[in-house]
């Protein structure tokens, strides 16, 4: 999907004590939940809307009482292209993260419950609606058995 | 008293002014400013604005900072508080599945209001109704 050249991003840079390695942790697992890219180890990138903005907000302050120090900005990419393959980047580790769901759904035996979860956590990351999880949508629909709907 | 927040409020701010004006101040008047603005108007309480006194604090909600803050110990508000901060913030441990609901819930109740005033008069139906119905179960904080 094609995001609009001129649609900002939000770029977080931040920086925590090494110990206690557990808030170090607690912030990077954020991170991952929230479904942001680390570009080249330095700035973590989310497409800007007003929960990646607010959540950003937060997860900055809260570096800030473990006794870190965050920036934050909001801005846009000034190469033709680039912002194209920014989006390519969060599409294409969504889409491993749905294929992962689509390839254990072929399993005998499959948790459909654990199964469900977990695409719900893709999809709260899914910033660009891929087409693939929707397709993952159906087939889990269709794997619950029962009644057809 | 006067209290201020960001513009376009949803989940945790519907769930702290359900509390402030039921537990904290029952003549609160609520004033909203844009986003990000600067500075907040004087003379007036803050709440959900990154760097205030009552907001998010250690991954916590603003809600749970307010319970915190006023040493409101009701088990029924301490659950609540869990399930806006499964709606608002990033957790690991999810255990209260009303969490997702409550959120796209109170983000509706905006798009069908006219302004945040009436967000927060609306919003209040739906706390009022979250702590009747926990309030009916065995406690779980």
């Not at chain 2, 957790?91 to 209001?113: F, K, T």
Request: charged fraction near 25%; include cysteine; hydrophobic fraction near 45%.
């Amino acid at each position: 999907m094609e995001q609009p050249p001129e649609a900002p991003w939000v770029l977080l840079v931040y920086k925590i004590p090494r110990e206690p390695t557990a808030s170090r942790a607690a912030v990077w697992r954020k991170l991952k939940r929230l479904g942001a890219l680390l570009l080249h180890d330095a700035v973590w990138v989310l497409p800007a809307t007003p929960w990646t903005r607010e959540q950003f907000q937060w997860l900055a302050v809260e570096i800030g009482e473990l006794g870190g120090e965050a920036h934050l900005w909001e801005s846009h990419l000034l190469l033709n292209g680039q912002a194209d393959a920014l989006v390519q980047q969060f599409q294409s580790r969504v889409d491993a993260a749905y294929q992962e769901i689509l390839d254990e759904l072929e399993q005998e035996d499959v948790d459909l419950v654990a199964l469900s979860r977990k695409y719900q956590q893709v999809r709260a990351q899914d910033y660009f609606h891929s087409a693939l999880g929707t397709h993952v949508r159906e087939r889990l629909m269709s794997a619950r058995g029962g009644f057809a709907s | 008293m006067k209290w201020v927040t960001w513009e376009q409020v949803g989940v945790d701010r519907m769930a702290c002014a359900w509390l402030i004006t039921k537990y904290l101040d029952h003549e609160a008047e609520f004033l909203f400013v844009p986003a990000g603005q600067k500075p907040l108007p004087e003379g007036v309480e803050p709440f959900d604005i990154p760097g205030v006194r009552l907001s998010h604090h250690r991954g916590h909600c603003t809600f749970y900072t307010m319970l915190r803050e006023y040493d409101l110990r009701d088990p029924v508000l301490q659950r609540i508080a869990r399930v806006v901060d499964e709606a608002d913030t990033v957790q690991d441990v999810m255990l209260e599945p009303a969490a997702a609901g409550l959120d796209v819930i109170c983000q509706g109740i905006r798009l069908v209001s006219t302004d945040d005033r009436v967000a927060l008069e609306r919003g209040r139906l739906v706390y009022e109704a979250l702590y009747a119905q926990f309030a009916s179960e065995p406690t779980q904080a």
